[in-house]
């Protein structure tokens, strides 16, 4: 991801939109599915660090990305657990978290296969993966250039995926669905916008800020009862076989 990216992350993670909405699914994901009393927590491609701090003040929770400048800027949130490794290889012994959580992560990897066999192998028997990705190639745009993604999922090749490495897949729905005709509009003008890439992180103003996380809360209370056949984005659950 170029170094810019980061930055602008950074100072937006905490109450944009988007990114409340991405990591407030995760966490009732957590909620509902992981194993009761979780104890100990693998952020993998932590990023800079605003889910990591959430999940810090649950128990134990140890961030990992591979990024320098990334890491750099979690450590400005305060004294949080992080290390600095490929998810591909993964410096923690087998069957030593309850959880782990993938948000937009397996779409940076060339072959997102190792990791997803490093994450189960790092999962205790009957632990979950939580994990997120840009959904339908057809949005691809100069958003995920900038963000260098490999990839977009559709819903059956995030399933091959997940079983592939073991994993029995006890959720996976699209999310974001009430915004995809807006997003998919937006990745088009994207498409035809001069200039080099960047992620589209539309400023917006307070009111529509708070709108929009409201909007997308009320999505993640029917997404933990239903599927949405369509959306910007997967949200998947996985769990290691007991």
Request: some cysteine; proline content about 6%; hydrophobic content about 45%.
């Amino acid at each position: 991801m170029q170094p810019q990216e980061y930055e602008r992350m950074y100072q937006r993670e905490g109450d944009y939109w988007w990114f409340v909405a991405r990591r407030r699914l995760a966490l009732a994901l957590m909620r509902t599915y992981a194993p009761p009393q979780v104890r100990r927590v693998l952020d993998a491609g932590c990023g800079t660090g605003a889910l990591l701090t959430e999940l810090s003040k649950q128990g134990f929770a140890v961030g990992v990305d591979v990024e320098r400048a990334a890491l750099c800027l979690t450590r400005q949130r305060g004294e949080l657990p992080i290390v600095q490794a490929r998810l591909e290889a993964l410096p923690f012994a087998s069957e030593t978290f309850q959880v782990a959580f993938a948000l937009d992560v397996l779409e940076h990897l060339p072959d997102e296969r190792p990791a997803l066999r490093e994450l189960y192998r790092v999962l205790q028997s009957g632990g979950c993966l939580i994990l997120s990705t840009p959904a339908y190639r057809w949005l691809w745009s100069k958003h995920d250039v900038a963000l260098a993604h490999y990839r977009r999922y559709t819903a059956c090749e995030l399933q091959a995926r997940l079983h592939e490495a073991g994993f029995q897949v006890r959720k996976l729905s699209y999310s974001l669905g009430v915004l995809l005709p807006v997003i998919a509009l937006a990745r088009w003008l994207d498409r035809l916008r001069p200039g080099k890439p960047a992620a589209t992180v539309v400023p917006v103003p307070r009111w529509l800020n708070r709108a929009l996380v409201y909007l997308l809360d009320q999505e993640t209370q029917f997404l933990l009862r239903h599927n949405l056949p369509f959306g910007v984005s997967l949200a998947a659950v996985a769990q290691k076989s007991p």
